[in-house]
C-alpha cells in the first residue's frame, strides 16, 4: 500500500473530513429534522449526542482507518481475518451507496434552484408564487432526473481525479467560503419582520415534545451530519499521515460541523417563520424558505439578491458535493482496493447505482422516504454501534491507545486517552442501544 495517496496535512485532512460532514445534512435535513421535533429542546438532545456518542464514534473509524490504510472491507479483513466482522466492512459499503442514491436528488434540486437564481426568479414581484416553485418542481419527473444526473456527474469527475487532485483540492477551496455566506444567510434572516418567533422557537426548549422518536432522530441525525457508521470518515482516515493528530483533526470536524448547523438553523427557522411556512414542513424546506427571503431581499435591490441567492445556491450545491464526494469514494475504494478495479471502473459502476436507485427516488417519494429512514435511524446507527463495539471490545485497548496518542508521543492525547477510550467501549454503545431500541418501540 506504499503508493497509497495521503491527504498533504491537517488542514487538509480537517477540510476534507469536515466537507464530508457540512453539506446537505445541516443545510437540508437538520432544520426540518429540528422543526418535526419541537425546536430548541431537539437541540440541546442533539448537541449532547454529538460529542458524548458521535465524536467517539469519529475517533473508532479513525482509528481503524488510519491503523490499516485500507477501505471499509480491507480494514475488517486486516484487523480480524477470518471473522464475521467482514459483514460490517460489506456493510459500511452498502449504506454510503445507498445514502448517495437518494442524497443526489436532493443535490439535483441544488442544481434546479442555482438555475433559477441565475436567471432571477426569485424576484420580489414574485414573493407569493416563490414558495410554490417547489411543488412544481419536483412534480415533473424529467427534470428532476435530469438533475440529478447532472450531479451524479459532476460527483464522479471529482471522485475519478483522485484523493489530493480532486477531494483535497476541492475541500479546501469551498469549505471556508461555505462559512461566510451561512453567515452572510443567517444575519439577513434574522432581520426579517416575524423572524422573532423563529429565534424563540430555536432558543426556548420545550421538553414536552421530546419522544423516544426524537432522541433517535437526534442520534441519527447526528451521524448522518458527520457521515459517521458509514465508512467515510473510516475511508478518508484511512488517507490521513501517519504523523496527524486524530484527536485534534476529529475534534475540528465535530465542531466544524456542530457550528455549521447551528447557523443553518438561525438561517433558515426565523424565515421559515417570517414567511408562514409549517416549522415541520419536510425535506423540502429549505428549497421553499430560502427562495422566499431571497425574494424579499429584491424590495432592496433586485441586484444584489440576485447575487446572493446565486452565490448561495453554488454554496448549497457545492456543500452537497463534498459530502456525495466521500460517501462515492468509500465504494470506489472498495472496487479498486478488493476487487482490482481501476479508479475509472469504479467510479462509473458506483455512478450507474446510485443513478439507477436516485432515479426510483425521485419518482417515488415514499421510496425516498424509506431509504432516507432505512439509512439515517437504523443502517447508520448499527454501523456506528459496531464501530464503537470493535475498537472498544475487539481491538487490543494498546493498539487504540497506539493510534490516538501517536505511539505516546503526544502527552495531551494520553492524558485524554482514558476518557475517550471509557466513551467508545461503555457511553457510545449501551446509550446507542437504549436509543435505537425505544426508537423502535416508539
Not at 460489506?90 to 434540486?109: M, R
Not at 431509504?371 to 464503537?388: E, H, P
Request: hydrophobic residues 55%.
Amino acid at each position: 500500500m506504499g503508493g497509497r495517496e495521503r491527504f498533504g496535512n491537517r488542514a487538509a485532512v480537517i477540510m476534507a473530513m469536515a466537507g464530508s460532514a457540512i453539506g446537505l445534512g445541516n443545510i437540508w435535513r437538520f432544520p426540518f429534522i429540528v422543526g418535526q421535533n419541537g425546536g430548541a429542546a431537539f437541540i440541546l438532545i442533539y448537541i449532547l449526542c454529538c460529542f458524548l456518542l458521535s465524536l467517539p464514534i469519529l475517533f473508532s473509524e479513525s482509528v481503524i482507518g488510519r491503523r490499516t490504510s485500507r477501505n471499509t472491507v480491507g480494514a475488517m479483513e486486516a484487523l480480524a481475518p477470518g471473522t464475521s466482522w467482514k459483514w460490517l466492512g460489506l456493510l459500511t459499503v452498502i449504506s454510503p451507496i445507498i445514502i448517495l442514491s437518494y442524497y443526489s436528488v436532493v443535490g439535483g434540486w441544488s442544481v434546479e434552484y442555482l438555475y433559477k437564481s441565475l436567471t432571477i426568479q426569485f424576484h420580489p414581484d414574485n414573493v407569493e408564487a416563490v414558495t410554490g416553485m417547489f411543488g412544481i418542481f419536483t412534480a415533473s419527473g424529467f427534470k428532476v432526473i435530469a438533475c440529478l444526473l447532472l450531479f451524479l456527474g459532476i460527483t464522479a469527475g471529482i471522485v475519478f481525479a483522485g484523493v489530493k487532485k480532486g477531494i483535497e483540492r476541492f475541500s479546501k477551496i469551498t469549505i471556508p467560503v461555505l462559512f461566510v455566506l451561512i453567515v452572510v444567510i443567517a444575519i439577513y434572516s434574522m432581520t426579517l419582520p416575524g423572524a422573532g418567533e423563529g429565534l424563540k422557537y430555536l432558543v426556548h426548549p420545550d421538553f414536552s415534545k421530546l419522544t423516544p422518536d426524537a432522541f433517535a432522530a437526534a442520534l441519527g441525525q447526528s451521524f448522518f451530519s458527520l457521515s459517521l457508521g458509514v465508512g467515510t470518515m473510516l475511508t478518508y482516515s484511512s488517507y490521513v499521515r501517519k504523523d496527524e493528530n486524530l484527536v485534534v483533526s476529529g475534534a475540528g470536524t465535530a465542531v466544524s460541523d456542530l457550528l455549521f448547523a447551528i447557523l443553518a438553523g438561525f438561517a433558515i427557522m426565523p424565515a421559515v417563520f417570517a414567511s408562514g411556512i409549517a416549522p415541520s414542513a419536510g425535506p423540502g424546506l429549505v428549497f421553499e424558505t430560502l427562495p422566499y427571503i431571497f425574494a424579499k431581499m429584491g424590495t432592496g435591490g433586485v441586484v444584489i439578491s440576485a447575487v446572493v441567492a446565486i452565490l448561495f445556491f453554488i454554496t448549497i450545491l457545492v456543500a452537497a458535493l463534498t459530502s456525495s464526494i466521500s460517501m462515492m469514494e468509500v465504494g470506489v475504494a472498495y472496487l479498486s482496493e478488493e476487487r482490482g478495479l481501476s479508479r475509472a471502473a469504479a467510479t462509473a459502476g458506483i455512478f450507474l447505482f446510485a443513478l439507477a436507485v436516485g432515479i426510483m427516488c425521485a419518482l417515488k417519494g415514499s421510496v425516498f422516504d424509506f431509504l432516507d429512514k432505512l439509512c439515517s435511524n437504523f443502517l447508520l446507527t448499527l454501523g456506528a454501534l459496531l464501530f464503537s463495539l470493535f475498537v472498544g471490545w475487539k481491538m487490543e485497548k494498546e493498539d487504540v491507545k497506539d493510534e490516538l496518542t501517536n505511539g505516546g508521543t503526544l502527552h495531551t492525547n494520553a492524558k485524554l486517552f482514558p476518557i475517550i477510550y471509557f466513551l467508545i467501549k461503555y457511553v457510545a454503545p449501551v446509550s446507542i442501544a437504549v436509543i435505537f431500541i425505544s426508537g423502535l418501540l416508539g
